[in-house]
């Protein structure tokens, strides 16, 4: 299949003349002005965002956006209430692109719209909050920098742990040398999911826009028993869409360590059989010279918990033994044990005695308030694009080891392509079903 060059690409999808219109008239914010915002993609994740953006006196939600109009009501009930205005409703996102009053796009879609969905945004002159994990497969990634980049667009990915100041502590004393040297990194993400359900094929249902909902994927036959998650065309996994915040994490703790030099995964669907495509066990291992980094993932795990959320946001610490979201720091010196999303951190000397702690606080809103600062200032954000590149990067490279049988695989950063295994190149990029084409060019 063919690529678009831009210019192809931009008239297939946004239109020539609305485009080159946002390039030469981009707007910049002013400080007393609102943010101006179109949201994509209204699940869970969307229509909280959608509300908590609304919520705040420097932001305005202008649009909402989904495939499936059934999602409509509550969205747009949570933001009317939110800023006492109705936002516009559309199925088609690229309705949102054309708008030149509109400063940002929030895409809160499944994984295989974040590629597209955030590079049509940059060149139409939109700034993006984009959700994790950010890209479906490594050449996405890439093309969101390269966009980001070209059209000098603000991108903030949804990692807020980034904008805690917590988490900031926990940096600032690793890096203050009383754990010693680093040579071990364990990053956690074992929980309970439940099974997918077992249906036959259905209609399409009245309101849904199952074409663009598929988007650059298949259009396979609509079955709503099936969960996008656990699909390869859709998704880079549920672990991954969970596990990329400590990852995410663990490299920040760490200076931000860039790529890693070989990646080895154990594990697939082990005990939740079915159906689904992607693994329900994951056990990758990370090389950076003398630094080991270790994921260890499992969703068929009932005694590991997330930390509730009245410990998150208070002066208590989690079940670390029971944590299914943490990350360990093993020093020749000490340890640490850090929670995601609030929870705190503590740290321990070779006497295994507690020698410093803080507690944590979710940062949902210091994350927004960084991405809308950076709007203004045209500074990169916590969670710039190619910090979640990086991020979630380590998500494909053990997808990718394990698809080809679980091999250990060498990767050159220089060029983002396996040294010694040519069947993982196959899966750096995907597929693409027109109009819907990654472009060879931004």
């Not at 990915?157 to 009383?178: C, D, F, L, N, W």
């Not at 809103?365 to 990169?380: A, G, L, S, Y």
Request: hydrophobic content about 35%.
């Amino acid at each position: 299949m063919k690529s678009l060059n831009r210019r192809e690409f931009m008239k297939g999808t946004v239109g020539a003349a609305a485009s080159l219109a946002a390039f030469s008239q981009r707007k910049v914010c002013g400080a007393n002005e609102k943010v101006v915002i179109g949201v994509m993609g209204l699940g869970g994740r969307g229509t909280y965002l959608a509300e908590s953006f609304a919520l705040r006196p420097d932001a305005e939600i202008a649009y909402l956006c989904d495939a499936d109009t059934r999602r409509f009501a509550r969205a747009r009930e949570a933001v009317e209430e939110a800023q006492n205005r109705r936002p516009k409703l559309v199925q088609d996102f690229r309705t949102v692109l054309e708008d030149r009053d509109v400063d940002v796009l929030v895409n809160a879609t499944p994984d295989h719209w974040h590629g597209l969905g955030t590079i049509m945004a940059c060149q139409a002159g939109k700034d993006v909050y984009v959700e994790k994990p950010m890209a479906h497969n490594i050449r996405e990634g890439r093309k969101m920098i390269e966009a980001a980049r070209k059209y000098k667009r603000v991108v903030q990915v949804g990692m807020q742990s980034r904008s805690a100041p917590y988490t900031k502590k926990a940096k600032e004393y690793i890096q203050s040398g009383k754990m010693g040297e680093i040579y071990l990194v364990r990053v956690f993400n074992m929980m309970q999911h439940r099974r997918q359900g077992d249906s036959p094929n259905q209609p399409v249902p009245e309101g849904f826009d199952y074409d663009m909902w598929c988007g650059p994927a298949p259009k396979i036959p609509y079955n709503p028993s099936r969960r996008w998650l656990n699909q390869w065309e859709f998704s880079c996994g549920p672990i991954p869409g969970d596990a990329v915040h400590q990852l995410d994490c663990a490299r920040y703790l760490m200076d931000d360590m860039p790529y890693p030099q070989t990646v080895c995964h154990a594990g697939g669907v082990n005990a939740l059989k079915d159906g689904r495509e992607t693994p329900d066990t994951q056990f990758a291992t990370f090389e950076y010279g003398s630094l080991t980094l270790i994921l260890e993932s499992a969703l068929w795990t009932p005694y590991m918990k997330k930390t509730p959320g009245d410990i998150r946001d208070s002066d208590r610490f989690p079940n670390f033994p029971f944590s299914s979201t943490k990350v360990e720091i093993c020093g020749a010196k000490g340890f640490m044990q850090y929670s995601r999303h609030g929870g705190g951190w503590q740290a321990f000397d070779a006497n295994s005695e507690l020698v410093h702690s803080e507690y944590g606080r979710q940062a949902d809103k210091e994350h927004k308030d960084n991405f809308i600062d950076c709007i203004r200032t045209r500074k990169r954000p916590n969670a710039d694009v190619e910090v979640g590149h990086q991020s979630v990067l380590l998500c494909h490279l053990a997808n990718i080891s394990y698809r080809v049988g679980n091999r250990q695989l060498e990767f050159d950063p220089k060029t983002e392509t396996f040294t010694n295994n040519d069947q993982a190149n196959q899966y750096l990029g995907r597929t693409y079903r027109e109009p819907w084409v990654l472009p060879d060019e931004v």
